[in-house]
């Protein structure tokens, strides 16, 4: 008999696996417990052995291919005579289906005792109610088992049938359709699961006056032309935190802490292609020009899927700014490899009590810094966002050449 052999499903969240290695070739036979094919999973390479000797016929997927679980990848032959096995229904020819002839007993008629036969023709036994509810609604009659007496159809019947097919239309609707991520977001996917059951993360939160930032910023640009982003300032502000707070600028690599001697800051671009992360190098001693030109440098690679690798290695931090989503906050994950990265929202204007308790109307931008809890605590995370917000509070600081405080 012809069976079917389907992607085994090896544990409780696997959805796919891929066929890496076929051990049988078609026309080959085998034996019970021997080895047919390895399947490999994110977590281990497994072999699937024969339940019982065959033949192998067919296959389906062949090495290399990643299969749903439940897929049929191959066929094997039992050599037993009977139906095909049942992954695959067999098409049975009209001409070759026999209709039984009715019982004499009624009471012993099976469920199609509502179908009448002479002379090997086929009739519906059911009320011409029903009959016409049957063609308005479009439910055939020729399936349903009848309640009525001697297997009769009636208007009950075609209504449940009716409601039956709509559930079924609806259910089929809504089935989901299966869709392959491109190879960067499956990769991304995999890595940012790995950071965060990996990585202890716990989160800060603040807001950050950015009125003063803007207006420089305006009359930087009236004055030279040169258009920067709020978030070369926030670059600026983050490279220059990391060389007031050295303890910060480190990483958790193979149980013990790796410090870097330069303040290099990852940005997070969001592109057709997916997300990238290339790393601006020693922010912390370069002025604001200079960070705005690399910013834009390496958004434009990223746009163009042109990055090297060297380009998104290292750094302990990256910038993510969602602001221009009108997000007020967002705690993001820390990506593998490093140790924080800063959660960006939208300028909001709101009204806050000043000194003596009246009413004035800021300009804040909500931060949220996520940090690797093996690398900083609680009062060293605080001391590095403080000194964030300190920069972009007075982004004047961010024109000139930076000394350590």
Request: proline share 8%; no cysteine; aromatic share 4%.
């Given at each position: 008999m012809r069976r079917s052999l389907l992607m085994p499903k090896l544990g409780l969240t696997m959805i796919e696996g891929i066929v890496a290695k076929w051990s049988v070739a078609p026309g080959a036979q085998f034996e019970r417990d021997q080895n047919l094919f390895v399947v490999e999973t994110e977590k281990?390479?497994?072999?699937?052995?024969?339940?019982?000797?065959?033949?192998?016929?067919?296959?389906?997927?062949?090495?290399?291919?990643t299969v749903p679980v439940g897929e049929v990848i191959?066929?094997?032959?039992?050599?037993?005579?009977?139906?095909?096995?049942?992954?695959?229904?067999?098409?049975i020819p009209a001409q070759m289906v026999q209709i039984?002839?009715?019982?004499?007993?009624?009471?012993?008629?099976?469920?199609?005792?509502y179908v009448s036969q002479r002379n090997n023709v086929q009739r519906v036994i059911a009320t011409p109610l029903a009959r016409r509810e049957a063609k308005s609604r479009g439910v055939s009659l020729t399936p349903l088992r009848g309640s009525g007496p001697r297997g009769r159809i009636k208007v009950a019947d075609v209504f449940a049938a009716a409601n039956t097919q709509v559930q079924q239309s609806a259910s089929a609707s809504a089935t989901p359709r299966r869709l392959n991520p491109s190879k960067v977001a499956a990769i991304a996917a995999r890595r940012l699961v790995k950071a965060k059951q990996e990585i202890p993360h716990f989160y800060l939160a603040v807001e950050a006056g950015v009125a003063r930032l803007l207006d420089l910023r305006r009359e930087l640009m009236e004055a030279s032309g040169v258009r920067y982003t709020i978030n070369d300032f926030i670059l600026s502000a983050v490279g220059r935190a990391l060389v007031d707070v050295p303890e910060a600028n480190r990483v958790w690599a193979e149980g013990a802490l790796l410090e870097f001697d330069h303040s290099d800051v990852g940005m997070a671009v969001n592109t057709e292609h997916g997300l990238f992360v290339p790393v601006l190098r020693d922010v912390g001693s370069s002025d604001l020009g200079r960070v705005s030109q690399e910013a834009a440098r390496l958004a434009d690679l990223a746009r163009q899927s042109a990055l090297g690798a060297a380009e998104m290695e290292g750094g302990a931090i990256t910038v993510s700014n969602a602001g221009m989503h009108n997000v007020t906050y967002m705690t993001p994950i820390v990506n593998p490899g490093q140790s924080m990265i800063l959660g960006v929202g939208s300028?909001?204007?709101?009204?806050?009590?000043d000194d003596t308790g009246r009413p004035e109307m800021r300009r804040e931008m909500g931060m949220v810094l996520a940090c690797d809890h093996r690398v900083l605590d609680g009062v060293s995370g605080l001391r590095f966002l403080h000194q964030v917000v300190h920069f972009l509070e007075k982004p004047s600081t961010l024109l000139v050449s930076h000394r350590p405080v």
């Open positions: 281990a390479a497994n072999d699937v052995l024969a339940e019982q000797a065959g033949t192998l016929l067919e296959i389906v997927h062949p090495a290399g291919t191959g066929w094997w032959e039992d050599g037993t005579l009977g139906e095909q096995g049942n992954a695959q229904v067999q098409q039984p002839t009715a019982s004499r007993d009624p009471a012993t008629t099976p469920a199609s005792s300028v909001r204007e709101l009204f806050r009590p």
